[in-house]
């Protein structure tokens, strides 16, 4: 990826693409084609190769998907499958006619089996039955990866699929029924520190260990495997082997230890009361990292500065939210 490459950003606003749009700016890559979504909708087949035959990408990097957590998953199942493999069938399809030379599909842990052994690695992909709160999603995402590798064997093209722990960082969803665990611990803090409250109530027992990557981090993996030299890249577009990468810290922390560390650098002192009414989910999530740290790349970012650096560009959003 030259520094004047035409690189296309699908879903620059969301928490993955903006970090990507963050990254590429930062490293002065001046040639970025970026779409909102009112601009172009990627489930319209007919705007979607429009634009391609327009713009003719180079690069793209596919983190655009309807995205939620259980309770959206459970409520709109049909939504999460079709528009995920409308937009990911689009892009994936419109890059193949106009000659893309990289892409990069975002998929997420969700594809690996309910039980899968601990870390997870690429290989487990398929292995078994699926957490069926979130099914439909996640089988869109398999559709996704296999199509990577699919166009890949039938085309010769050059799509890899770039599977990340759960992330947190800048424009975060800190809206409570919709959002993942970090950022939901995150505004409780806030409420319960401008409520004069001493307490910090989480659902569960806390004992379930969780990963956390830094979306700046992932911006930074993904832009780091479209760079890879031509030999090494190659080395992952294989006829029998799925082109999927994890990325992740390959640490994981527990629900506990993850609030006592909110509320340190939220300075909250206080006492965190464990809702076990509530359910746990499974007792751990954690990708094996080995292969991107083969290729040469490590998360940098430490939970607690992540943490902070979240806090630090989400602050005044939060507190006019809670107050
Ligand atoms: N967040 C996580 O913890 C996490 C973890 C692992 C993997 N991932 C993966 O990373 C990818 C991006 O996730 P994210 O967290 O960045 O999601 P996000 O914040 O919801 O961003 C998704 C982006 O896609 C856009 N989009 C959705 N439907 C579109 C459409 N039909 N046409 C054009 N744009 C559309 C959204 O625009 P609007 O908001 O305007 O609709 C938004 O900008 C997903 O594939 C997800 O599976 C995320």
């Not at 069938?89 to 998929?107: C, E, Q």
């Not at 594809?111 to 869109?140: S, V």
């Not at 050059?158 to 424009?171: D, F, I």
Request: charged fraction near 25%; charge should be neutral; proline fraction near 5%.
């Amino acid at each position: 990826m030259e520094k004047h490459s035409r690189i296309f950003i699908a879903g620059h606003r969301g928490l993955v693409g903006s970090a990507l749009h963050r990254g590429l700016e930062r490293r002065a890559y001046t040639n970025l084609l970026l779409r909102t979504h009112a601009q172009l909708d990627l489930t319209d087949a007919v705007a979607v190769r429009a634009f391609f035959e327009r713009e003719k990408p180079e690069f793209v990097f596919l983190a655009a998907a309807k995205v939620g957590g259980i309770l959206a998953n459970e409520t709109y199942p049909a939504d999460f499958i079709r528009e995920n493999l409308e937009i990911q069938t689009n892009v994936i399809d419109a890059s193949y006619r106009n000659g893309v030379k990289r892409l990069l599909f975002l998929g997420s842990s969700c594809i690996y089996p309910k039980l899968a052994p601990q870390p997870m690695k690429e290989e487990y992909l398929l292995t078994g039955p699926l957490e069926p709160t979130n099914r439909a999603y996640a089988l869109a995402k398999i559709a996704g990866i296999e199509m990577c590798w699919s166009y890949n064997r039938q085309f010769g093209t050059r799509y890899l699929a770039a599977m990340p722990t759960n992330l947190y960082g800048p424009g975060d969803n800190f809206d409570l029924q919709g959002s993942h665990v970090l950022p939901a611990l995150m505004r409780k803090v806030v409420e319960a520190k401008l409520a004069n409250e001493r307490k910090l109530a989480v659902w569960g027992t806390g004992k379930p260990r969780r990963e956390f990557l830094y979306s700046d981090d992932l911006a930074q993996a993904c832009i780091h495997l479209l760079s890879l030299p031509e030999s090494t890249f190659d080395g992952m577009i294989l006829r029998d082997e799925a082109p999927l990468v994890n990325i992740g810290t390959g640490m994981d922390v527990t629900i506990r230890e993850l609030a006592e560390l909110i509320a340190k650098v939220l300075d909250f002192d206080c006492e965190i009361v464990f809702d076990t009414t509530r359910p746990d989910g499974t007792p751990q999530k954690l990708l094996d990292v080995s292969r991107i740290h083969s290729l040469g790349w490590k998360a940098t970012t430490t939970l607690e500065e992540g943490i902070r650096l979240t806090y630090e560009d989400a602050r005044t959003q939060l507190e006019s939210a809670v107050r």
